[in-house]
């Protein structure tokens, strides 16, 4: 038993406040480097998203190699009886994909602080200055392909009834009007919501009260297989967060976004 056993994935500050201590606590700030030198959250962890991500030139957001999460997740103390809460200062893109990276190296004790950085602020709660000194644990990981979609995974799911694709980006990149790969688009049936339209402005970025209705009403159901992406698994990584904390049981994230399917020669598209 755990001071964390009883929260739900996502938690709110006051959750977070009283538990900073905690002893099997790893909390990770995924916020720009600067934000975190100019004040954190007590004991956070500052983790470059970029070190999330493979960043191959046509397709940044794919999983980067094992060695490298290794030496991560070894400066990070990590351990089997962990608990993580991870948060950033953009409302979850960054903390969303990195409990994706704690689903592919099957670690399941983890939190989303709700609002993060902008949240926690907003509560008038204090942030510290002091940077932890990295650990130097012994890791040794096994990835899972079971919370990813490959494109060719993705390709043989096109047209599936049960099936439903969950693209995060903007409305102009969706469209085609903005293009960031070979090729402008959408992948054929993709449903977009934008990742911003899942936030409360209002509420200090959490996530917006009746998101479960705001899916439903456009296909997002819980019935289906979500296969969330973006350009590069950034924005997408708030868009897998959200659906996991409804307790939709068929989340994926499709890593290599519009990075690589737009880039690729052989994958259907949308205009």
């Known amino acids: 038993m755990t001071a964390f056993d009883e929260l739900p994935l996502v938690i709110e500050p006051a959750d977070l406040a009283t538990r900073l201590h905690a002893s099997d606590l790893i909390l990770v700030d995924l916020s720009s480097h600067q934000r975190y030198l100019n004040g954190h959250i007590l004991g956070a962890r500052f983790v470059d ?4 991500q493979a960043s191959a030139p046509a397709a940044p957001g794919l999983l980067p190699e094992k060695t490298q ?10 351990h089997p009886q962990a608990t993580y809460v991870v948060y950033d200062d ?13 689903d592919v ?9 709700n609002g993060g950085l902008t949240a926690w602020q907003a509560e008038g709660l204090a942030l510290s200055q002091d940077a932890p000194a990295p650990k130097h644990a012994t890791v040794s990981l ?7 979609a490959s494109a060719d ?4 799911r096109l047209g599936a009834a049960d099936l439903a694709i969950w693209d995060a ?10 293009v960031q790969a070979a090729r402008g688009g959408h992948i054929p049936g993709a449903i977009h919501f934008e990742w911003t339209a899942g936030m409360d402005p209002a509420r200090a970025l959490r996530i917006r009260q009746d998101i479960a209705e705001q899916l439903e009403q456009r296909g997002l159901s819980a019935d289906k297989e979500i296969i969330t992406h973006c350009q590069s698994h950034r924005r997408s990584g708030f868009t897998y967060l959200v659906a996991k904390a409804l307790g939709y049981p068929r989340v994926k994230a499709y890593a290599g976004s519009w990075g690589e399917w737009g880039n690729l020669t052989d994958t259907p598209v949308e205009r």
């Open 142 to 148: 096994t990835l899972s392909d079971a919370p990813t």
């Open 153 to 156: 995974y993705l390709k043989s």
């Open 169 to 178: 980006r903007s409305a102009e990149e969706y469209r085609g009007e903005k």
């Open 49 to 52: 998203g970029k070190r999330t």
């Open 90 to 102: 953009e409302g979850g893109g960054w903390a969303g994909r990195f409990i994706w990276l704690l």
């Open 105 to 113: 190296i099957g670690h399941g004790r983890y939190h989303f602080l």
């Open 69 to 78: 999460l290794e030496q991560l997740f070894s400066e990070l103390g990590h």
